[in-house]
């Protein structure tokens, strides 16, 4: 056998570990920002730094820049070695890497000024949809060429787990992306109401599934055996997680949505396979901390299996609290509190942070060809991170449950114990001030990890290219006697491929065909109208502005709901809502039933500044939405987008639309002129009132018709 | 929303849950019986494949 000398591209790898330090400080910086900002509401200071901006400014930095880069890392990485083998063109690696940059500039540029879908996790507009798409393709392309080109003949339970990765991300990307656009930084989503919400969580919960967990699995499975220098505990228990893993993930998206006005069915299933994830995934974690049996005295010395065994901890404590979570009664508890917040950061801080930092600790002097500067320093940041966890996640589940609790008390008369939402808010503060004081622990360690990797950097010299050398590939392989279907696809990449494809489709389009095909599925309501043109504005604006990051717009079935804000929603009232706005999570009240309860003056002076409506509000001011005109010259591209996606509007409503749109604007300036309010009418705090006016407003319309034809 | 009302709208919808049940029973069982059966040398050969690197030196 002829044996080959080739180079392993270290260069790539090197890129990606610096992107991923400089973007997980920027990400958790304006993480603890946030943070703060519900503590002091008056670092809110400019639009820009509006938590409803920078909130989504955050999750997406420590998502797509901080973990994304950890993940190329790894697989940059981890692959050559596992396929014996050069990425297959270092200029598609430089692509890459360098468009994956620019995407994340693009989106530090674009969110903070408002620019967004409005769809968590993917409030990217529409050309960075696409860029995202095409580099999306870069990385599948230099990926797939380079197992193509291997000299190692079966493929490791690693790369499967990077293949269902690039395959999934893609599709759900694809599927959750699909907008209408309006100009060229403004889209609506194709789907709506109902159909949008089940698509996005879809997304939303796969997200975490395939860009958060399974690429990491596969840099578990490649990193722990490495480092330890002990092969996976179990090969048989990683095929079948594998399978079980991408086969019950995808359908579990529902689970985001229990007690919503998601048809039952879709929620059932949604419960019925969160539950079930709880064995591959155990089964995962087993594999990944049993590989160190017999070997926990290295764990002792090394700080890298330190962070890797903290790490696989807190993924099995997340995917065991993720199954609970998902039953219907835990989740009434837990959604749209902080016990939610706590759960993803247990995730994101112990499992994708610590597992990045032991491959960075363990890489970068690596192929710096030195040894790291001071163990002792990364032995700080070990303990200190491990603090912050502790103090950023017993804080928050506290929050969490002080929260419900409030939420649901009754008194002996039958009346809610805090009928005030923002009691059940400003109690929390305490708690967020602990919170945050976790950030800065794990912060303070990040910034430590960082010096040291500089000093460790300045000490080494990069080996670029790496010599290696493996027997070339047979090209015919001479099978050994009968052989196994499964032995034969793990030769078999593209097949390999196409069937977790088939996998992974399956649950997604079970779950969401009925969705879109059967139309009782969502019982229409006929008084539910479409907006007018200022109220498409106003919902613009709200979502310009983030709004739902903090009011969600979905009363659940549930007496203290109901008690609280009013009759609980129904899906047909979503019909037009492109995108939806449901919500996760209530920093401020429910918003469904807000119109119609406070008069517009209300509005205007809450919008001004919300404490002189409700003393101790932590919420933003918005006193630029008085002066700043609408933004009429879009309008008649708004309406005609609409239309296109099915909003019955008459038809030419587009020219009209705006002579529509400056009557109902005059009529709420003159309301508000009876409260002593002097406003010109084309302000966009009109537009804004008129909308949060509309919110619930159809419904009531239905029941006085109602009401009128029985007494009748 | 019962469930039951959408599926009883697709004609001889009885088949589909039956297909996908019989066709993930029989890729699980398949799966789970060949992971319990196949030869250790093999599991051994895969297990190692990323310890197996006789030119790099591995320091922690």
Request: aromatic share 14%.
């Amino acid at each position: 056998m002829e044996i080959e000398k080739f180079q392993y591209d270290n260069k790539i790898v090197k890129q990606f570990a610096f992107a991923t330090i400089l973007w997980g400080l920027v990400g958790m910086l304006v993480g603890l920002w946030v943070s703060l900002e519900l503590i002091f509401p008056t670092l809110n200071i400019i639009p820009m730094t509006a938590f409803g901006r920078l909130r989504p400014l955050h999750t997406n930095a420590v998502i797509f820049a901080f973990v994304g880069n950890g993940l190329f890392m790894g697989v940059y990485y981890s692959l050559q070695r596992l396929c014996k083998a050069r990425m297959f063109s270092d200029k598609l690696s430089a692509i890459h890497f360098w468009g994956w940059q620019l995407i994340i500039v693009s989106a530090a540029l674009t969110l903070p000024f408002g620019i967004t879908t409005g769809k968590e996790y993917a409030e990217l507009e529409w050309p960075i949809d696409i860029a995202i798409a095409l580099i999306w393709v870069v990385f599948a392309w230099n990926f797939f060429g380079t197992i193509i080109k291997r000299r190692e003949r079966h493929l490791y339970v690693a790369i499967w787990f990077y293949i269902a990765t690039i395959v999934t991300v893609a599709v759900l990307h694809i599927v959750n992306s699909l907008e209408m656009p309006v100009s060229f930084l403004k889209s609506y989503s194709l789907y709506a109401g109902v159909q949008d919400a089940l698509v996005q969580w879809w997304y939303g919960h796969n997200a975490v599934a395939f860009f958060l967990t399974t690429p990491y699995l596969g840099i578990m499975y490649y990193f722990i055996p490495k480092i330890s220098e002990r092969p996976v505990y179990s090969y048989r228990l990683s095929i079948i997680h594998f399978w079980a893993l991408i086969f019950l993930y995808i359908w579990a998206g529902p689970h985001h949505l229990l007690y919503t006005a998601l048809p039952d069915w879709a929620q059932s299933l949604g419960v019925v396979f969160s539950v079930m994830l709880i064995a591959p995934s155990w089964g995962g974690m087993i594999n990944g901390l049993l590989t160190l049996r017999g070997a926990w005295d290295k764990v002792r010395e090394s700080v890298v299996l330190k962070f890797m065994v903290v790490a696989v901890t807190a993924y099995g404590m997340a995917t065991f609290e993720g199954p609970m979570l998902a039953i219907k009664k835990v989740n009434s508890i837990a959604h749209f509190t902080d016990w939610v917040v706590a759960h993803v950061h247990i995730g994101a801080l112990g499992w994708n942070g610590f597992l990045t930092f032991g491959v960075l600790y363990w890489l970068v002097p690596k192929i710096f060809q030195t040894n790291l500067w001071s163990n002792k320093m990364a032995n700080w940041h070990f303990w200190l991170g491990s603090l912050g966890i502790l103090f950023y996640a017993i804080p928050m589940y506290w929050a969490g449950f002080t929260q419900y609790l409030m939420w649901q008390e009754f008194t002996a008369a039958g009346f809610l114990r805090y009928p005030n939402f923002l009691e059940t808010v400003t109690q929390l503060r305490p708690m967020y001030i602990m919170r945050s004081l976790g950030g800065v622990l794990y912060l303070t360690g990040f910034v430590l990890m960082a010096y040291n990797l500089i000093k460790t950097v300045k000490a080494g010299k990069l080996l670029e290219n790496e010599d290696a050398e493996a027997p070339a590939l047979e090209k015919v392989y001479v099978k050994h006697g009968s052989e196994h279907w499964h032995r034969v696809i793990e030769r078999k990449p593209i097949q390999f491929m196409i069937l977790s494809l088939v996998v992974i489709l399956i649950g997604g389009m079970i779950e969401m065909v009925p969705t879109f095909l059967i139309k009782s599925n969502i019982p229409t309501i006929s008084s539910v109208k479409p907006y007018s043109p200022l109220e498409l504005q106003g919902r613009d604006i709200y979502i310009r502005e983030g709004c739902y990051v903090c009011h969600s717009q979905m009363v659940r079935p549930l007496r203290f709901e109901t008690e609280r804000y009013g009759e609980y929603s129904k899906a047909g009232e979503f019909v037009y809502d492109h995108p939806f706005q449901w919500g996760s999570k209530r920093n401020g009240p429910d918003l469904a039933r807000v119109g119609g309860k406070y008069p517009n003056s209300w509005h205007y002076n809450h919008m001004m500044d919300p404490t002189t409506m409700s003393p101790g509000s932590i919420m933003p001011t918005y006193p630029f939405l008085l002066d700043k005109e609408i933004d009429t010259a879009s309008t008649p591209a708004k309406i005609r987008a609409m239309m296109k996606l099915g909003v019955p509007y008459p038809e030419g409503y587009d020219k009209i639309a705006n002579h529509d749109l400056m009557i109902q604007a005059q009529t709420i300036a003159d309301n508000l002129k009876m409260d002593k309010i002097e406003t010109v009418s084309d302000r966009e705090i009109v537009a804004l009132i008129s909308y949060l006016q509309k919110l619930g407003r159809d419904l009531k319309v239905y029941h006085l018709i109602n009401d009128k034809q029985a007494k009748k | 929303m019962k469930f039951i009302n959408y599926l009883q709208s697709i004609a001889g919808v009885g088949i589909f849950p039956m297909i996908s049940l019989i066709m993930f029973f029989i890729f699980f069982s398949v799966l789970l019986v060949w992971a319990l059966r196949v030869n250790k040398e093999y599991i051994t050969d895969m297990k190692n494949i990323p310890l197996d690197n006789n030119n790099e030196t591995t320091q922690l």
